[in-house]
């Protein structure tokens, strides 16, 4: 069952939208237009920062289905405008930045091509129109009854890149931990020794 989106702009969304194992969320976009038709837009998919040393609130949104690494592998694409261009890439974003009725706020790029180069900036109707989309989709998002749990499926499914991450920086702060400590012994020793022979100076005057 399709969910009806209304946007700051009082564009209308009709959105069919999906949760993975993962705990992301597909929503697969349609614009309503006023005579009553649809035209197809294609999927923006939700999650929390998936970084592995996330900024707490930040939200993820990526253009396209398929592989949060490589873009080129997405499809479904998002296109703002029946002939294009398409949004590519992906937006990691503080939600606070998000101005209703002005979408300048998404910084995002655009391409002629789903999935291939050429990138590009948007002009300015197309960066409001593509900010206006997102800003009503992620609001949707962060206001589900089951956003808590959403995130934290998620943060289950990031947790062993992110212990490993972590793991990785201990292991190199221990090192220098072990090597500082090494230098530190043998100031020590030659403190040490320093201070014999100043002493054996001092005795012998």
């Known amino acids: 069952m399709p969910t009806e989106i209304t946007t700051s702009a009082n564009r209308k969304l009709s ?7 993962q705990g992301r969320s597909t929503y697969e976009v349609s614009l309503l237009t006023r005579d009553g038709t649809l035209t197809k837009m294609g999927s923006f998919v939700i999650h929390p920062d998936p970084r592995t040393e996330p900024k707490v609130g930040r939200v993820y949104v990526q253009f396209g ?5 490589q873009r080129e592998l997405r499809v479904d694409v998002p296109t703002i405008g029946p002939d294009g261009p398409f949004l ?9 930045v998000m101005t209703p009725g002005d979408g300048l706020w998404l910084r995002s790029a655009v391409s002629a091509h789903p999935t291939h180069a050429p990138l ?8 409001s129109r593509a900010g206006d989309i997102v800003e009503a989709l992620v609001k949707h ?4 009854e089951d956003y808590a749990a959403l995130g934290s499926t998620f943060g ?9 991450a972590v ?21 020590m020793t030659s403190q ?14």
Do not use: N
């Open 167 to 187: 793991q990785a920086k201990i292991a190199v702060l221990e090192a220098e931990i072990k090597a500082r400590q090494l230098e530190l012994e043998d100031l």
């Open 88 to 96: 590519v890439g992906e937006a990691i974003f503080d939600p606070s």
């Open 192 to 205: 040490m020794i320093y201070a014999t022979e100043l002493a054996m100076a001092s005795e012998q005057e």
């Open 15 to 21: 959105v069919e939208i999906t949760d993975d194992a």
């Open 120 to 127: 590009g900036l948007p002009s300015k109707s197309t960066a």
């Open 141 to 144: 998002w962060l206001h589900r």
């Open 65 to 69: 289905k398929g592989d949060m690494a």
């Open 156 to 164: 289950a499914f990031r947790a062993p890149d992110r212990l490993a």
